[in-house]
């Protein structure tokens, strides 16, 4: 009776890729599945890569921004192996922004070119532009312009949401698009970062001081309203205070 090392139930994109690495390493693979591979789940999912999408997990980030990362030589390794072209495409991003809020690097779209190149997309009165691939990040609520970020519950860690910035910064992206705020360059990522090391040190000192979680955020709220005038959403400090005291026990 044949054995197999691994058993995987699932064809669709993460069972046969799994399998895949597997045979690379040695393993024998059987692959389960009651319908046709890649006929479920992988067949209506929509297909793009959004490593930062604000709906992903805080736990889960740093691994989808790796994957995306090892993405693009990944489709490389199918195509040589099955000796066929993996859909794999690099197309640039379509902007709906304000009146004069695009970098001049962006290409403004007429009204037929954004017709042609989504055709079910409507701007309802903002200006479309179209943004070149590789020169834009969308962050989701990970890097935002001047605005203090929002942890409002245990599962967020301002540990991690450091450790998320130094993985974005190698991108060196032209320009950022966040969910809130205004748009930037690749800069947001360094400034976010400094203001998130700033606000960790201070924590961490007033809790070796003795101050309560309360105590801190409500003096931290009151001292970074000074020395980060230009930012917005201060009252979101106390509740990253409490992150940061919860994971330096």
Do not use: C
Not at 225 to 247: F, L, Q
């Amino acid at each position: 009776m044949k054995s197999w090392d691994v058993i995987i139930a699932g064809a669709g994109i993460i069972g046969v890729s799994l399998a895949l690495e597997l045979r690379e390493r040695g393993e024998t693979v059987l692959v389960l599945d009651r319908a046709e591979p890649g006929s479920e789940a992988s067949s209506a999912a929509a297909g793009m890569l959004a490593a930062a999408d604000p709906e992903t997990s805080e736990a889960l980030r740093p691994l989808a921004m790796e994957s995306a990362r090892m993405f693009p030589a990944f489709a490389q390794k199918l195509e040589s192996a099955g000796n066929m072209q993996v859909d794999f495409r690099r197309v640039g991003t379509i902007a709906l922004l304000e009146e004069g809020a695009a970098p001049r690097e962006y290409r403004s779209l007429s009204v037929a070119e954004l017709q042609r190149l989504e055709p079910s997309v409507r701007s309802v009165g903002h200006p479309a532009f179209f943004v070149q691939e590789d020169s834009v990040l969308l962050p989701g609520d990970i890097v935002e312009n001047k605005l203090v970020p929002s942890m409002p519950d245990e599962d967020a860690s301002a540990k991690n949401w450091i450790a998320i910035l130094d993985q974005l910064e190698p991108l060196k992206p032209k320009f950022i698009v966040p969910d809130h705020g205004a748009l930037g360059d690749g800069s947001l990522i360094a400034q976010e970062r400094s203001f998130l090391v700033d606000l960790q040190k201070r924590a961490l000192e007033l809790k070796q001081q003795g101050k309560s979680v309360d105590d801190a955020g409500q003096l931290l709220m009151a001292e970074f309203k000074t020395k980060y005038a230009d930012w917005g959403s201060i009252n979101a400090i106390p509740n990253a205070v409490k992150r940061v005291y919860a994971e330096s026990q």
